[in-house]
């Protein structure tokens, strides 16, 4: 698919909206959508220049909504491992071949079903923010799967509903700001890179305010649904795209 045919710039809204919808209910699982959507049809890098920027308004019009919800002092705790984490997975990104982000995306899948499952533990306090911050950084840079750890590692904190929502909402702009930068500096970010970021914002910003509203009635239990519903999609997309990369 061209970068700019009318069938990318369809998808990427419709994957904006998705992503939109879900991060603003349930706190994560926007990156998810918007990178595995678009690296089935662009490839990841690509896919993850054009999401950096939508995803970018997105997070920055969510922490606004949202900011009296917010737990400041997680979110820098986040902040101070997430930006290191995402400049070195943005040099992860530039360096290795499509092929091995597909199978990156699959592993950090992977993960998410452990953690899903119980498998990595919801106990380790508030001292686990930078240090879990970092992965996640590193994740969503070198491909886009941040949010896969990001439950464990706000949950674990005591952070959940809408602060959950706000405070990630925070640490992901800082996040998305350094991929943006670290993207450009590489030359994945260019005009029709932009262009079509602009078609995918404009569907988050929707999605934000229909997720904002489901987020009224969510509950614990209907996020785990979510959640898991989610996962498997991701688990189904970045196995095929590992399985059938050059």
Not at 39 to 57: K, Q, R, T, Y
Not at 200 to 227: D, H, K, P, S
Not at 228 to 240: D, I, K, M, R, T
């Amino acid at each position: 698919m061209e970068l700019l045919s009318l069938a990318a710039v369809l998808t990427a809204t419709s994957l904006g909206i998705a992503a939109g919808a879900l991060t603003s209910s349930a706190g994560f699982g926007g990156g998810l959508v918007i990178t595995l959507g678009l690296s089935l049809v662009l490839g990841p890098a690509p896919a993850l220049a054009v999401g950096a920027p939508a995803l970018m308004l997105g997070h920055t019009h969510r922490a606004i909504k949202m900011r009296r919800s917010a737990d400041g002092k997680a979110a820098k705790a986040l902040c101070l491992g997430a930006v290191p984490g995402s400049i070195l997975g943005a040099m992860t990104l530039v360096a290795l071949p499509p092929s091995a982000i597909w199978w990156i995306l699959l592993s950090a899948t992977m993960l998410g079903v452990a953690e899903f499952s119980g498998r990595i533990p919801r106990n380790l306090g508030r001292r686990m923010l930078a240090p879990g911050g970092a992965a996640v950084g590193w994740l969503a840079a070198a491909a886009g799967v941040g949010g896969l750890l990001l439950p464990a590692v706000m949950l674990g904190a005591g952070l959940s509903g809408a602060t959950f929502v706000a405070t990630a909402a925070m640490a992901s702009m800082a996040v998305s700001a350094v991929r943006i930068v670290m993207y450009g500096t590489s030359g994945l970010i260019d005009g029709p890179t932009l262009a079509l970021s602009v078609g995918a914002g404009a569907g988050v910003l929707l999605g934000n305010a229909l997720g904002l509203r489901i987020l009224r009635v969510m509950t614990a239990r209907r996020q785990r649904i979510v959640a898991g519903v989610v996962l498997a999609l991701c688990v189904g997309a970045s196995a095929y795209g590992a399985l059938t990369a050059a």
